[in-house]
């Protein structure tokens, strides 16, 4: 996919507006069109509000896939998961990122501020967004995430 055409949805609390920020820039300097759902400054926030904006993004189809970062990137993937079209992941390594794309159709990667350092959620975002689904035996498993969907 050209990464033009590739919308992705951003958001952050306090603990993780700095690398949200130098996520962003890295995404838009890549050719991706970045919607940042905030927040902006360092002041106290609730991750909740803005791992829901990103989600509901991403489930609608305005953006193909989200970033949520927080201190551990934990509190971000469970908010975000309450959506029922949200396949929302804590990646600390570029292998959780291919195989977490390639295995569960993963669309939303959380990372932690406080638990990674910026170059290494780089590399495992770029390959979080450019690891295709490979789908086939992994359908029937993902397909039961949400019960009453099986296949």
């Not at 902006?40 to 926030?45: E, I, K, N």
């Not at 292998?95 to 350092?117: D, K, Q, S, V, Y």
């Not at 039961?144 to 969907?149: S, V």
């Amino acid at each position: 996919m050209n990464p033009a055409q590739t919308p992705i949805a951003i958001g952050a609390d306090h603990a993780g507006v700095a690398l949200k920020d130098s996520l962003r820039a890295a995404l838009e300097a890549a050719g991706h069109k970045v919607r940042d759902f905030g927040t902006h400054g360092d002041g106290s926030v609730d991750y909740p509000d803005f791992a829901h904006q990103v989600a509901k993004a991403v489930d609608s189809g305005e953006a193909t896939f989200g970033v949520l970062v927080c201190g551990t990137g934990i509190g971000m993937s469970i908010a975000a998961n309450r959506h029922a079209g949200i396949r929302a992941v804590v990646v600390h390594n570029t292998t959780e990122a291919r195989l977490t794309r390639a295995h569960n159709n993963a669309n939303l990667a959380c990372f932690g501020a406080r638990t990674m350092g910026p170059e290494a959620v780089l590399d495992s975002l770029s390959v979080f967004l450019s690891t295709p689904y490979e789908g086939g035996r992994h359908e029937r498993r993902v397909s039961k995430i949400n019960p009453g969907q099986e296949a």
